[in-house]
């Protein structure tokens, strides 16, 4: 639903700015259900009720000038029976915002921005849900043959108008913050006609993934972008900002059009290798934030016991130099700080990391972000090559499998000499297959470095254990604590807050004066 409250002016006078109106609107949201507020819509005036007066005095602004207007609508309200606002013909033109999904979960994030004119509407991200409505893990293995009509009516694709290749293209650019599934997963069923704007290293991993997890990504109307060089969509200026986060090449989004600056940050921590670029942001922010759209992932989330990226690199070194015998170690291959720490511990313990064809590739793709990102024929790397993925690999580029046979590494070297071996792992036939036959070489050990989700879902621990191989957590989350988004708002000082990618909206309250919490689905107008 979308509201807009008209200028009053001259009657109400500058009780109804356009910071009285934004507040009443946020009210008129936040109690739609309320009689007296249907009322207030369909016949013109409503009449005033304690509650309507308490729901005004809750909302409480840090700005001086905002919480005056309020105390001063308050104050007049309290002396009259009913509430009218009359409209003097003008409408506010105003840019709208529609969370489609992410309002209330984490994963399948789906935001449009839509300008006043309505010429422009962009999509930012576009992602697979994590979750099924009773919060059971959603498979998409299992709707991956749904056609598109089906996924729509399975609210698997939100639904919305001229994205899809079953309608005619009315939106004007796709824009993706990152190359985690749960951000872009559903681009395959966008209209071809429509623009994807991403970094580079998102789109190397989408190259990646379309190679080695069939994800089925058309990448040939693809531009990309430069952090912290603004671009134009239409009417909307663009400026992506890198963030540290568990997918390298990360943006956030200051999106600015008809004088509102919204701020949307994506997925980002603080904590991470790059965790400087937090401090920076918040040390130089942008100013005159109006509207910061902030992720809240690790709300109800336990921190865990490693605080940060270099606390796990220690923690795995740690392991790696009291091991006597083979590591395995389980994480993400695009999980680029990851695959760093474990190389750089590997390398402080003396001992020869084991990667695959798949993670190979994602290195070399990956290495031109950064000169710290290991590659296969640095000392130290070498590289075991399965059918699976040499065949893959194959398919996209022959020559990739010579260039890389300098590090390759035969099964029987790792299997007599597993002491000084950390091979890089994945819960599949493929390793389980290895696991089983290097059983007896004992005193092996195993590192799970993802999110602990990941365990719980899996048998993996049921899988060790027979084979005697102990299973110890090292991970930090790719997601910002409490205090780092405290940090951000903080320093971006917007007027409103509008959670997404979080499972606990309101707990968004008690961290901020000035919570928006918004519904999948609603617009909402920016004024
Ligand atoms: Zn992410």
Known sequence: MSYCLYDAYGYIGDLASNHGLTLMSAYVRKVAHEPQVKQFFEEGYAPITKELIAGLKE???PDKDIADTIDNLVNL???CDSVAIISDGTGIESPELTIHRGTHEIGGSCVELCSSSGATRIII?????LVNKDMSPFEWSIHRKSTLPQLLEKKIL?????LYENDKPAVTAVVLSHAHLDHYGLLPFVHADIP???SVGTKSLAEVSNAFLNTNVKLDRVKTFEMWQTFQIGEFAITPYLMDHS????????IEADGQRIFYTGDFRGHGRKGVLLDRLTKDPPPRINYLVMEGSMLGRAEGLYPDEASVEQAIRDVFLSQKGLCYVFTSSQNLDRLVSIYRAARHSGKTLVVDLYTTFVLDKLGVLSKSVPQFNWEGVRVLYSYYHAQKLAELDKALLYKYKSAKIEFEEIRDNPENKVLLAKDNRYVRNIITELKDSGKALAIFSMWHGYLERGDLEQFLEPNS????EIHTSGHAYINQLQMLANALKPRWIIPIHTFYPEK???MFPNVMQAEDGETISLC
């Open 508 to 510: 968004f309250r008690n």
């Open 247 to 254: 997918a390298p090449d990360a943006a956030a989004f200051l």
């Open 125 to 129: 991200d576009i992602g697979l849900p």
């Open 59 to 61: 909302i409480h602004s």
């Open 77 to 79: 309200l309290a002396r």
């Open 158 to 162: 939100p639904s919305v108008d001229g």
């Open 469 to 472: 191989i102990p299973i110890t």
């Open 196 to 198: 994807v704007y991403m």
